[in-house]
């Protein structure tokens, strides 16, 4: 299990106040699996994300992701988590401006200690493999938004983490755009990577093999994995070997 | 992300950034190069002042003819001679510390061989044991000797410069030349002593490589002053060893006290003593020095920490990316003060730079002796980082403690 959520409560202080953003959430994703994660704003779903990213802790219940129980770590070891098990993509894409497209790809191989010249051939890898080889000298300010996003898959995928979790990747693009981004993603999925997708377009979900709805902090449906054929047992993308 | 990453990430940054590092900048350089200009002309005089005291030699003792105040002179009852030969022979005979006397006469004469008059001579009467109180050896021929002192002969020792400028490089030993009215033979010529002129240092001396040494019984019997026959302007002690400098000046005084009927018409100038007066008078001014460099570094620091909080709101969006892709709040804590310690650091390789040409221009315009110490630039280059350290802690701190998620949702 990839993937393994008990009971999860998340409990924001608001000055006196206390709000439950998440009241009690259990959810288990597969190795391999593509899931969409959907629900209105205020549903608890992008609070949901952020733990099973390890960008925050639950207040109570259990977190294991890929073996580890996340909600107990120090800040060096859950950041450690999340640059290598888990591969961000943003709905405003979040590339550094400053940095080159290639520098924004190597940027999770930098805090993952890996060498200069095995993070620049690691970074044109991937590049290639999302089809922008050719830019990545660029700024990202030269490039379209369907670039951007594909840059940011491609950061995402540079340190093979086994979860990739993405945030409306295609809220900002327009939807000839959004589809090519989702071929993406259906191929990598194809490649056995665990796909997270958190949105709130129906469109979106039926990319996906399993949606999990989410109304006022609590899992309202599953349709559960739909998985027809067991898959190999898949750790780490294995996605850039087959592209 | 190991530190040579950081290094170049933060050089990367801070070069993308060139107009604001440097404004940034600016507090560190120029309170760094105050620092070190400040230290060089302190430095410098204080060299000088060593080298000149070293000159006069730190186990001596001289006494100085004093100007007599208007109530000494109104005074018949005081009259006093003012420093004289006979002082000179009492303090050799009655100062057991003392392993060498001599009094020192200066002549207005003018020193010439034929049409060769060189300007700036000073003709000097001193015994024969002048060249050993003043460390000062003949490099050729001899010093004056006993018996010359003793005959009162008409022989002379040449400093180096006036050799050279009499005689260039012919032999002058055995030769006669003229002081004043009077032929006197050469019989020996100095070597060459270092001198440099001093602007800062407290005791003023003469260049030694200009004078013109004849014994003091001749100077006293052929340029005689009719008013103050037996006058001289100084008496040099030699005193046998430093730790026996204060007892013996005190004998000095007492001696001279008796010998002038209490007439303050001389004064005792101890190198030590003057050596030490110089080190407080420098440690002052260190002490000054010092505050107004460690202010103008404290609002450089400042005027960093306020651009570095600054940054790190506007590169707040950036943090919560970096996080989000792995950085530890150590790594982004790391990465903002690695920025500031370069800020400060670059400033103040700057500022020494900057320093050094300030005091090269002092002493290229001003003529003072700067001297940049080795010492000086250790520690500005210390001091400077740690400015980088102690300003950009906070700032560094602000940027490790956002929040990463609502890092990530700033616009």
Same mark, same amino acid.
Request: aromatic share 6%.
């Given at each position: 299990?990839?993937?393994?959520?008990?009971?999860?409560?998340?409990?924001?202080?608001?000055?006196?106040?206390?709000?439950?953003?998440?009241?009690?959430?259990?959810?288990?994703?597969?190795?391999?699996?593509?899931?969409?994660?959907?629900?209105?704003?205020?549903?608890?779903?992008?609070?949901?994300m952020h733990i099973l990213g390890c960008l925050d802790r639950p207040t109570t219940g259990r977190y294991l992701l890929d073996g580890t129980a996340a909600?107990?770590?120090?800040?060096?070891?859950?950041?450690?988590?999340?640059?290598?098990?888990?591969?961000?993509?943003?709905?405003?894409?979040?590339?550094?401006?400053?940095?080159?497209?290639?520098?924004?790809?190597? #940027?999770? +191989? @930098?805090?993952?200690?890996?060498?200069?010249?095995?993070?620049?051939? %690691?970074?044109?890898?991937?590049? $290639?493999? &999302?089809?922008?080889?050719?830019?990545?000298?660029?700024?990202?300010?030269?490039?379209?938004?369907?670039?951007?996003?594909?840059?940011?898959?491609?950061?995402?995928?540079?340190?093979?983490?086994?979860?990739?979790?993405?945030?409306?990747?295609?809220?900002?693009?327009?939807?000839?755009?959004?589809?090519?981004?989702?071929?993406?993603?259906?191929?990598?999925?194809?490649?056995?990577?665990? #796909?997270? +997708? @958190?949105?709130?377009?129906?469109?979106?979900?039926?990319?996906?093999? %399993?949606?999990?709805?989410?109304? $006022?902090? &609590?899992?309202?449906?599953?349709?559960?994995?739909?998985?027809?054929?067991?898959?190999?047992?898949?750790?780490?993308?294995?996605?850039?070997?087959?592209? | 992300?190991?530190?040579?990453?950081?290094?170049?990430?933060?050089?990367?940054?801070?070069?993308?950034?060139?107009?604001?590092?440097?404004?940034?900048?600016?507090?560190?350089?120029?309170?760094?190069?105050?620092?070190?200009?400040?230290?060089?002309?302190?430095?410098?005089?204080?060299?000088?002042?060593?080298?000149?005291?070293?000159?006069?030699?730190?186990?001596?003792?001289?006494?100085?003819?004093?100007?007599?105040?208007?109530?000494?002179?109104?005074?018949?009852?005081?009259?006093?001679?003012?420093?004289?030969?006979?002082?000179?022979?009492?303090?050799?005979?009655?100062?057991?510390?003392?392993?060498?006397?001599?009094?020192?006469?200066?002549?207005?004469?003018?020193?010439?061989?034929?049409?060769?008059?060189?300007?700036?001579?000073?003709?000097?009467?001193?015994?024969?044991?002048?060249?050993?109180?003043?460390?000062?050896?003949?490099?050729?021929?001899?010093?004056?000797?006993y018996l010359d002192e003793k005959t009162a002969a008409r022989v002379c020792v040449l400093g180096s410069e006036v050799h050279r400028e009499i005689f260039?490089?012919?032999?002058?030993?055995?030769?006669?030349?003229?002081?004043?009215?009077?032929?006197?033979?050469?019989?020996?010529?100095?070597?060459?002593?270092?001198?440099?002129?001093?602007?800062?240092?407290?005791?003023?001396?003469?260049?030694?490589?200009?004078?013109?040494?004849?014994?003091?019984?001749?100077?006293?019997?052929?340029?005689?002053?009719?008013?103050?026959?037996?006058?001289?302007?100084?008496?040099a002690v030699q005193v046998r060893n430093a730790a026996f400098v204060v007892p013996a000046a005190v004998l000095v005084r007492r001696v001279l006290e008796?010998?002038?009927?209490?007439?303050?018409?001389?004064?005792?100038?101890?190198?030590?003593?003057?050596?030490?007066?110089?080190?407080?008078?420098?440690?002052?001014?260190?002490?000054?020095?010092?505050?107004?460099?460690?202010?103008?570094?404290?609002?450089?620091?400042?005027?960093?920490?306020?651009?570095?909080?600054?940054?790190?709101?506007?590169?707040?969006?950036?943090?919560?990316?970096?996080?989000?892709?792995?950085?530890?709040?150590?790594?982004?804590?790391?990465?903002?003060?690695?920025?500031?310690?370069?800020?400060?650091?670059?400033?103040?390789?700057?500022?020494?730079?900057?320093?050094?040409?300030?005091?090269?221009?002092?002493?290229?315009?001003?003529?003072?002796?700067?001297?940049?110490?080795?010492?000086?630039?250790?520690?500005?280059?210390?001091?400077?980082?740690?400015?980088?350290?102690?300003?950009?802690?906070?700032?560094?701190?602000?940027?490790?403690?956002?929040?990463?998620?609502?890092?990530?949702?700033?616009?």
């Amino acid at each position: 299990m990839l993937i393994d959520v008990q009971d999860m409560r998340r409990v924001y202080r608001m000055g006196d106040n206390e709000v439950a953003a998440l009241k009690g959430v259990s959810l288990q994703i597969d190795y391999g699996e593509f899931v969409t994660i959907m629900g209105p704003s205020g549903s608890g779903k992008s609070t949901l994300m952020h733990i099973l990213g390890c960008l925050d802790r639950p207040t109570t219940g259990r977190y294991l992701l890929d073996g580890t129980a996340a909600e107990t770590l120090l800040d060096v070891e859950m950041s450690r988590l999340r640059n290598r098990k888990v591969g961000f993509i943003f709905q405003s894409f979040n590339l550094i401006p400053q940095l080159t497209v290639v520098e924004n790809v190597e #940027l999770p +191989l @930098v805090y993952a200690a890996v060498p200069r010249e095995e993070r620049r051939d %690691r970074a044109q890898k991937v590049l $290639d493999a &999302v089809g922008l080889g050719h830019r990545h000298e660029h700024r990202p300010t030269e490039l379209s938004g369907g670039e951007c996003q594909r840059v940011a898959i491609a950061r995402s995928l540079v340190n093979a983490p086994p979860l990739i979790l993405a945030d409306e990747p295609t809220g900002n693009l327009d939807s000839a755009t959004g589809i090519e981004i989702l071929r993406i993603f259906e191929k990598l999925h194809q490649g056995g990577t665990t #796909l997270v +997708l @958190v949105t709130h377009d129906p469109e979106v979900a039926k990319w996906s093999e %399993r949606v999990i709805s989410m109304r $006022d902090g &609590v899992v309202e449906r599953d349709t559960g994995s739909r998985k027809s054929a067991p898959r190999p047992a898949v750790t780490g993308t294995g996605w850039r070997e087959e592209a | 992300m190991d530190v040579r990453e950081m290094l170049s990430s933060g050089v990367k940054n801070l070069v993308r950034h060139k107009l604001r590092t440097l404004l940034t900048m600016f507090g560190v350089i120029f309170g760094v190069a105050a620092v070190i200009s400040m230290m060089s002309i302190g430095e410098g005089a204080r060299r000088e002042t060593l080298e000149q005291i070293r000159l006069l030699g730190t186990n001596n003792i001289r006494i100085k003819k004093a100007e007599k105040t208007v109530e000494q002179q109104e005074n018949e009852e005081t009259v006093s001679e003012g420093l004289c030969w006979q002082d000179a022979r009492d303090l050799a005979d009655k100062v057991p510390y003392a392993s060498a006397v001599s009094p020192i006469k200066f002549i207005e004469a003018e020193v010439y061989l034929g049409a060769k008059r060189p300007e700036g001579i000073k003709v000097v009467g001193v015994n024969d044991m002048y060249d050993e109180i003043t460390n000062a050896r003949a490099s050729s021929g001899r010093f004056i000797s006993y018996l010359d002192e003793k005959t009162a002969a008409r022989v002379c020792v040449l400093g180096s410069e006036v050799h050279r400028e009499i005689f260039g490089i012919g032999e002058a030993i055995g030769k006669s030349l003229k002081i004043g009215e009077e032929n006197f033979e050469v019989v020996g010529v100095m070597g060459q002593k270092n001198f440099k002129e001093g602007k800062t240092a407290a005791i003023k001396l003469r260049n030694i490589n200009r004078d013109v040494y004849i014994p003091a019984a001749t100077a006293l019997k052929r340029f005689t002053d009719d008013d103050y026959p037996d006058q001289v302007e100084e008496i040099a002690v030699q005193v046998r060893n430093a730790a026996f400098v204060v007892p013996a000046a005190v004998l000095v005084r007492r001696v001279l006290e008796r010998r002038h009927y209490g007439v303050k018409d001389y004064e005792v100038l101890i190198p030590d003593e003057l050596l030490a007066q110089s080190q407080r008078t420098q440690r002052i001014f260190n002490i000054v020095m010092g505050s107004i460099a460690a202010l103008s570094l404290l609002v450089g620091g400042i005027g960093i920490m306020n651009i570095m909080l600054a940054t790190v709101t506007e590169r707040t969006k950036e943090i919560g990316i970096r996080r989000a892709l792995g950085a530890s709040q150590r790594d982004i804590l790391g990465q903002f003060l690695n920025e500031t310690v370069l800020i400060a650091v670059s400033g103040g390789i700057i500022g020494i730079l900057l320093g050094a040409g300030m005091a090269l221009a002092i002493n290229l315009f001003a003529k003072w002796d700067t001297v940049v110490s080795p010492i000086s630039v250790l520690v500005s280059f210390g001091i400077s980082g740690t400015v980088g350290v102690v300003f950009g802690l906070y700032p560094a701190q602000q940027a490790a403690r956002k929040d990463p998620i609502v890092a990530l949702r700033f616009e």
